[in-house]
């Protein structure tokens, strides 16, 4: 496994192999690797001929009091992840090499991005387009392969690759969970066992939801008060229950059964967490 930190020499690596025909899939992470960005790997591996795994924690991504700083850093755990799970390369650049000091491009996605996380955390998926289309320019990916955790940054980015134009496929592929429900996520290293296991209540909190629609309710608020209530407890703070589009992640009005999602976003304690299900 190729372990690249320089966009120079990630760009010569991509120019020789699609000058040798070969299709490059990328899985974008931020690191702290776990079962659930292995899962993007091996999906990537089934559809290209090389895989690439971009490791950058992205600043532009975090708002000023999120945290960046905290953010889990384990490169050399996670580039045995990636071997392990036969990634061909992992480009984990610097910032500076990522940004210039004087940077003042962005790309900015406007309607998705106004809605659910973005309500909260304003200028984070401006942050995501950003640095995910710099790096396609470097990787220049057939397909990039995302998680359906981050729904409505699959949408957002879904959106972004129609709307300039961009030659990648988008592919997402499903949440993983833990034993006890809880989707896998890198701010999960933020819980103690104690938290993990409390932390389950945000699954089984979808799951009421989606039995509720599944029995023939369809009405927004009885569902979205379920799962609020079923949430909520002395260490959980809804940020939001959203009933959306399944492939905008756009909020509705109307729930159409097989191609809506309720989503979620909670501070879990001092741990912001999402999650969503299909209905
Ligand atoms: O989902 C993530 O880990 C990040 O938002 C991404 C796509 C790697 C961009 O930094």
Redesign the pocket.
């Known amino acids: 496994m190729k372990i690249i930190t320089s966009p120079k020499e990630m760009k010569d690596f991509a120019h020789s192999a699609k000058a040798e025909g070969r299709k490059i899939a990328l899985v ?3 690191g702290a690797l776990h079962e659930g960005h292995f899962s993007l790997i091996d999906r990537a591996k089934e559809l290209a001929d090389i895989v690439v795994v971009s490791i ?1 924690v ?1 600043p532009t ?1 975090f708002g000023p009091n999120e945290d960046f700083d905290k953010y889990p850093r384990q490169l050399e755990e996670d580039l045995k992840g990636c071997a392990d799970h036969g990634a061909d390369a992992v480009f984990t650049p610097s910032t500076s090499d990522i940004y210039l000091p004087d940077a003042s491009t962005f790309v900015v996605e406007e309607e998705i991005s106004q809605h659910l996380c973005g309500k909260s955390r304003p200028k984070h998926f401006r942050g ?1 387009t950003t ?2 289309s710099i790096l396609f320019n470097i990787v220049q990916p057939d397909v990039a392969v ?1 998680g359906d955790k ?1 729904a409505q ?1 699959v949408a957002i980015i879904k959106r972004m690759v129609r709307d300039l134009f961009m030659d990648v496929e988008i592919v997402s592929a499903p949440i993983v969970r833990d034993e006890n429900g809880l989707a896998i996520s890198s701010r999960n290293k933020y819980l103690d066992k104690l938290e993990r296991i409390g932390a389950a209540r945000i699954h089984e909190a979808l799951l009421a939801g989606k039995k509720l629609v599944d029995g023939g309710s369809l009405n927004i608020d009885r569902v979205k008060a379920l799962v609020i209530n079923s949430v909520t407890n002395a260490k959980t703070r809804v940020i939001y229950v959203e009933v959306v589009d399944r492939e905008t992640s756009l909020p509705v009005n109307e729930i159409v059964p097989g191609k809506s999602r309720i989503s979620v976003a909670v501070w879990f304690g001092q741990t912001r967490l999402i999650d969503n299900i299909e209905i």
């Open positions: 974008p992470t931020m950058f992205n991504q995501v640095v995910v995302f981050d940054q």
